[in-house]
C-alpha cells in the first residue's frame, strides 16, 4: 500500500510542540494547522506516533477532504472514497461527526449520511448487504468546518491522553498530554531540577520523567488500529521492542512534587509507581507558604487552582504572592505556571513574561505564562 496521511490532533496552541515531536520521529512534509498536524507515513508506521506522540490525543488516518454544501455531495463525495482498502467484511464500524460554520450544521444527520454513503460502497465491493460486525472496530469521524468535509479513520482507539497510569486523580486534573507538553516547552532535560509544588496527581512531573527516561508514553497501551489487517502486527511488535531499548535509566533525576493535600501526595506515589518512575519522584505533603528553595538554579512547573468560587480568590491571591516572594530573587529559576487567571502577572512580579501561550485546559480557556531563567555557568 502507498504511502497515507495521518493526523495528529491535538489541543489548540500546541501545533508546535506536536510539530517538533513528529520532527523528532523522524516524519517530514508536515502541514500545520489549528488544532492539528497533517503528515505522510507509510502504513507499516502507524504505531510509531501512537506509542511517541506525548502531547496529542489521537491519531487519525485521512481518508479525503472535499467541499460539500448539500447532503447530495456529501454522500456521492463520501462514497467515492476508497473505504474497501481498509474497512474489512466483518468489520464493525461506527461514525462519529462535529460541524463548525457549514451549512450542513446537523452532526447527525451528517453521520447517518456518511454510514449510509461507506455501507453502500462496501456493499457494491462485497457484494453483500448483510455485514457481521463481528471483525476489527473502525471509527470514521465526518469533521464539517465552513463547508470542508474531512472524513478520517482513527487509529488510536481512546485518546493517547489515556496513559494508564492515573489510578487517582484530583478534582480538576490537567490531562497527561497537556502535562507532556508543558515540559516540553519549558525545554526541561534530565539534568536540571524540576519542582511542582502544587502537583496534585503528580502528572506534570510523571511526564517529565518518562521524558527524562524516554519511556515512551503509550508504551503499553492498546490501539484501535492493532486489530486492522492492513497494519502487521509485526509492525507493533517491532516498534515496542525499539521503544523498550530506548529507555534510558542511567542517572539520578532531580524531580520534587509537593501538595498541601496528603491523599494527592499518596495518590502521586501510587501513579508514579504505576508509570514506572516511581523511583524517579520525591513527593511530600507540604504547604506551598512553607517551602523553602536554596539552589539558585531550576525550573518550576505549575498548574495553581482557578475557576475558584469567588471566597477563595483571597487564598489564590496568596499563592501567587508566595510564588513571587520566592523566585523574585532567583534569577536562575525559570517559572512556568498553567492558569486561567489573567491577573497573575500582577502578582508575579520579577519581570514581565517573556511568552504567554494560550490553551485550552479541557473546555477553560487558560494561558501559559513562561518566565526564562538564567542559565547556569557550564565551567
Given amino acids: 500500500m502507498e504511502k497515507v496521511t ?5 489541543t489548540f496552541g500546541l501545533e508546535s510542540v506536536v510539530k517538533r515531536e513528529l520532527l523528532d520521529l523522524g516524519f517530514s512534509d508536515l502541514t500545520v494547522a489549528n488544532g492539528r498536524v497533517e503528515f505522510q507515513a507509510d502504513v507499516t508506521q502507524i504505531p510509531l506516533p501512537n506509542l511517541w506522540l506525548r502531547s496529542a490525543d489521537r491519531v487519525l488516518l485521512k481518508m479525503g477532504e472535499f467541499y460539500a454544501d448539500t447532503f447530495d455531495a456529501l454522500f456521492e463525495h463520501t462514497k467515492a472514497l476508497p473505504w474497501e482498502q481498509w474497512i474489512t467484511r466483518d468489520a464493525k464500524f461506527t461514525v462519529t461527526g462535529k460541524s463548525v460554520k457549514s451549512t450542513l450544521a446537523s452532526v447527525r444527520a451528517c453521520q447517518s449520511i456518511v454510514k449510509k454513503a461507506v455501507v453502500d460502497k462496501l456493499s457494491e465491493k462485497y457484494g453483500t448487504e448483510v455485514f457481521p460486525e463481528s471483525g476489527p472496530e473502525y471509527t470514521i469521524q465526518v469533521s464539517l468546518l465552513k463547508d470542508t468535509a474531512t472524513l478520517t479513520i482513527d487509529t ?16 480538576a486534573s490537567l490531562k497527561e498530554t497537556m502535562a507532556a507538553a508543558l515540559v516540553l516547552l519549558s525545554f526541561y532535560d534530565k539534568d536540571r531540577l524540576l519542582i511542582d509544588p502544587m502537583c496534585g496527581s503528580g502528572t506534570i512531573l510523571i511526564e517529565a520523567a518518562l521524558i527524562a527516561r524516554n519511556i515512551a508514553p503509550n508504551l503499553n497501551a492498546d490501539f484501535a488500529a492493532m486489530g486492522w489487517p492492513q497494519v502487521p502486527q509485526r509492525a507493533w511488535d517491532l516498534a515496542r521492542h525499539d521503544a523498550r531499548q ?33 523511583d524517579d519522584i520525591l513527593f511530600e505533603h507540604k504547604d506551598i507558604h512553607d517551602l523553602w528553595i536554596d539552589q539558585q538554579y531550576g525550573i518550576v512547573i ?3 487552582p482557578y475557576g475558584v468560587k469567588l471566597g477563595e480568590y483571597r487564598e489564590i491571591n496568596q499563592i501567587y504572592l508566595t510564588l513571587n516572594k520566592m523566585f ?5 529559576w525559570s517559572v512556568y505556571i498553567l492558569t486561567g487567571d489573567k491577573k497573575f502577572p500582577d502578582y508575579f512580579k520579577r519581570a514581565e513574561p517573556d511568552k504567554v501561550r494560550k490553551l485550552f485546559n479541557a473546555n477553560i480557556e487558560v494561558n501559559y505564562y513562561q518566565y526564562f531563567g538564567e542559565r547556569p555557568d557550564r565551567a
Avoid at 488510536?156 to 478534582?171: E, T, V
Avoid at 523574585?328 to 536562575?332: A, I, M, V
Fill in 246 to 278: 530506548a529507555i534510558d535509566r542511567t542517572g539520578e533525576l532531580l524531580l520534587f512534587g509537593s501538595d498541601i493535600d496528603p491523599e494527592m501526595v499518596q495518590a502521586s506515589k501510587a501513579n508514579a509507581r504505576a508509570a514506572g518512575v516511581g
Fill in 302 to 304: 505549575s498548574n495553581p
Fill in 6 to 10: 495521518l493526523v495528529a490532533i491535538h
Fill in 328 to 332: 523574585r530573587n532567583k534569577s536562575g
Fill in 156 to 171: 488510536s482507539g481512546q485518546g493517547l491522553n489515556r496513559r494508564g497510569y492515573r489510578k487517582l486523580a484530583g478534582q
